[in-house]
């Protein structure tokens, strides 16, 4: 959890980058009096941070804007998804926009990144972690993200652990000497760990009694070498330019950890949008009850692993990007596939995709063009409604209100417009 005490100082200090001596624009042309609202929506799909954070930013300027959140913090979103609605005086609104975007995108941003690394290393002993590698003045809010992502952070900051790295080694004189003195000058309580990059250095920090060895830039080969000859006696940490690297590949060489600078200065902005006025751009609609579902029987759920020969002939039939099994293996926790099989072929496709506790949505749906209007469609999307309400969750979708058919198809198995 996040206590503003932490964070207040930190947006003031982006409000007034942003702000300076007035929003001139909004100032200008805004009336006082003028009262709006709209929707935070994802554009890309990724993993929500910061929506709090977000609404901090327009309850300092003024306390009268409610944010109403969709999402919470740690939940997935696909495009077109509204993340939260916001209401208030329109200045406010409009003078805390990019501060409060800014923050929400970057911190989103960051804990895709966490999850996505999370997840290449699931089911294996390795636990991803960040590094001191953030953004000045973001520390807390980053590592934060990093969190919310489902990777663990590293040392908050220097005080927080001993890490003797080649430059202290070469000003100690040597691994020896630097973990002696860490031994006779740090406080008991904390660890030492020492970063090598040759089983030599590995071997002298072990007799040295370090308690992690960080494995720097290390081929695997090498990598799995030092993790076999370490044993269990120390803590392993695999680290250096990790985000270039196959995470899968590392985390089998039987490390510990895995350290990902990338994870804070390199995440890539989650794309979300806040638009006034625009609760008409996507339909989105609700089914709650097995009671009011319409079935239309005919499809069938399938094993991704399994069936995967199938799903991929779908997909390269359809003209759609290929998944690997490593792919699905790792998104199948996040989603449940059923299709329509007409003669050992798919000719309809749809998933559940789990987004929330609360609710699952229907997503992905595609028939494929030979097989349009025969009703495929409802038959495939019944079937996953049915899946979703059986596991206790909301049905959901959202669609561009362009997509008439979308729509169609979700009133047609009993879909409550939103």
């Known amino acids: 959890m996040l206590n503003y005490n932490d964070i207040d100082g ?13 929003d001139i624009t909004t100032d200008s042309c805004v009336p006082e009096d003028a009262e709006s609202r709209g929707v935070f929506r994802a554009k890309s799909a990724g993993v929500i941070c910061g929506i709090d954070i977000a609404a901090r930013v327009f309850s300092l300027l003024d306390a009268r804007v409610a944010v109403t959140n969709r999402v919470r913090d740690g939940e997935s979103v696909v495009p077109g998804m509204i993340v939260a609605e916001i209401s208030g005086p329109s200045r406010a609104i409009l003078t805390g926009e ?43 809010l980053e590592k934060y993200a990093v969190r919310t992502g489902g990777a663990a952070n590293h040392r908050f900051g220097l005080s927080d652990g001993v890490l003797i790295k080649d430059n ?19 406080p008991h309580t904390l660890k030492i760990e020492v970063e090598c990059e040759s089983l030599a250095q590995v071997e002298e920090a072990l007799t040295a009694g370090a308690d992690i060895i960080m494995l720097d830039n290390m081929p695997l080969t090498q990598m799995k070498e030092c ?25 089998e060489t039987g490390v510990d950890f895995i350290s990902i600078g990338a994870l804070t ?50 997909y390269a039939q359809n003209g759609g990007e290929v998944p690997t099994r490593d792919d699905i293996a790792r998104n199948n926790p996040k989603w449940d596939y059923f299709a329509v099989i007409e003669d050992g072929e798919i000719t309809a496709f749809a998933g559940a995709m789990h987004m929330t506790e609360r609710n699952w949505e229907i997503a992905g749906v595609f028939t494929s063009p030979q097989s349009r209007g025969k009703g495929l469609a409802k038959i495939v999307c019944s079937a996953v409604a049915e899946h979703i309400l059986k596991h206790g969750k909301q049905a959901t979708c959202n669609t561009p209100v362009q997509n008439e058919a979308m729509i169609g198809v979700m009133r047609a198995i009993g879909m409550t417009d939103n």
Not at 168 to 186: E, T, Y
Not at 272 to 280: A, F, P, T
Not at 283 to 309: C, E, R
């Open 98 to 140: 990019r501060t409060a975007l800014n923050i929400l995108q970057h911190l989103s941003g960051v804990a895709t990144a966490a999850a996505n690394a999370a997840a290449a290393v699931s089911g294996t002993r390795a636990r991803i972690t960040d590094t001191r590698k953030t953004t000045p003045g973001m520390r807390v």
């Open 265 to 314: 200065h390199s995440a890539v902005a989650l794309d979300i949008s806040l638009k006034l006025d625009d609760r008409e751009t996507f339909y989105g609609g609700t089914l709650d009850s097995l009671d009011d579902l319409i079935v239309h029987p005919g499809a069938v759920m399938l094993d991704p692993i399994a069936d995967y020969d199938i799903l991929r002939a779908f």
């Open 227 to 251: 993790v076999d000859y370490i044993a269990g006696r120390a803590v392993t940490e695999a680290s250096g330019n990790m985000g270039e690297r196959d995470l899968r590949e590392v985390a």
């Open 168 to 186: 202290h080694i070469k000003a100690a004189g040597g691994i020896d000497n630097a973990v002696a003195a860490a031994r006779a000058n740090a």
């Open 10 to 22: 930190f947006i003031l200090a982006a409000l007034r980058e942003d702000v300076g001596n007035g």
